[in-house]
């Protein structure tokens, strides 16, 4: 199990001192503390979330395309205006994602609250790199990505529950506004699962 090595440490790490993100709390159950069975109901969970629209949009794997899909957006689509990541996937091959999704601090409290305007976060916005596919595909199909550190970007679980903690555009997912329907559960809930996920070996519901 290509995993145990990075995970143990991981653990260690962990109940030495509880890593405190700003908001978060990283602290894995205890190695050996987590069925299978509960592991694939975490799975379940976090499923919903990365197939969620709120994530999924900017998911989209080879096609170099972000989508509007969600309850807002009607019909899932295409983003408008035929913008297109390029292999940058931040549009600098022709028009950059910073051009309307904007990263500046004015009026940050409302940044958000104007339904249909381009959404902003206090860093760069991007389309997720090709290897991270997650619109339109199965719960199988991205749990054996998720699990893949060659998918994953060479990530165990304790830097995949870090990264969520840090990215600030995932703060956004969970808090969209615009009317904008979030992210199920919550940010602290979903790397819960993903920690209680690792620890049970991360199950996958066809294996
Ligand atoms: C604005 C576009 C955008 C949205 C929305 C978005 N992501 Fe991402 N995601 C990215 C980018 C860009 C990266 C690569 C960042 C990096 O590797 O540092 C990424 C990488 C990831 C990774 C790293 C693992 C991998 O397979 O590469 C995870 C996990 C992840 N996102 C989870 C989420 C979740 C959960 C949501 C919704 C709550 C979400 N993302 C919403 C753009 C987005
Ligand atoms: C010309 C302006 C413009 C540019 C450039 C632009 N966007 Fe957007 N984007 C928008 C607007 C406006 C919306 C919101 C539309 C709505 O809510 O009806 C949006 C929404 C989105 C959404 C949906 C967010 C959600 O889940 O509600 C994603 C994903 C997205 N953009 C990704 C990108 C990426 C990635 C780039 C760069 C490759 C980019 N956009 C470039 C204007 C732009």
């Not at 290509?2 to 890593?19: D, E, N, Q, W």
């Not at 958000?112 to 997650?134: F, Q």
Request: glycine content about 10%; hydrophobic content about 40%.
């Amino acid at each position: 199990m290509k995993f145990t090595a990075s995970l143990c440490l991981a653990i260690a790490v962990a109940t030495g001192a509880l890593a405190e993100g700003a908001d978060l709390v990283i602290a894995p159950p205890a190695e050996g503390s987590v069925s299978k069975q509960v592991g694939l109901e975490a799975w379940a969970r976090i499923y919903e979330v990365a197939s969620h629209p709120r994530c999924a949009n900017c998911h989209t794997g080879p096609s170099d395309r972000p989508m509007w899909s969600g309850p807002t957006y009607g019909k899932a689509r295409p983003h408008g205006m035929n913008i297109r990541a390029g292999e940058s996937r931040i549009g600098a091959e022709s028009l950059l994602c910073s051009t309307c999704h904007t990263t500046k601090a004015e009026d940050w409290e409302n940044a958000n609250e104007m339904p249909h305007a381009a959404p902003r976060v206090a860093m760069g916005w991007a389309l997720a790199p090709v290897e991270a596919h997650w619109f339109g595909r199965t719960s199988e199909e991205i749990c054996a990505q998720l699990r893949d550190p060659d998918l994953n970007g060479g990530r165990d679980v304790l830097e995949i529950a870090e990264h969520l903690g840090h990215d600030l555009i995932l703060h956004w997912a969970w808090a969209p506004g615009g009317g904008r329907e979030p992210a199920p559960y919550s940010l602290q809930e979903h790397v819960d699962d993903i920690l209680i996920w690792g620890v049970a070996g991360y199950p996958c519901p066809d294996t």
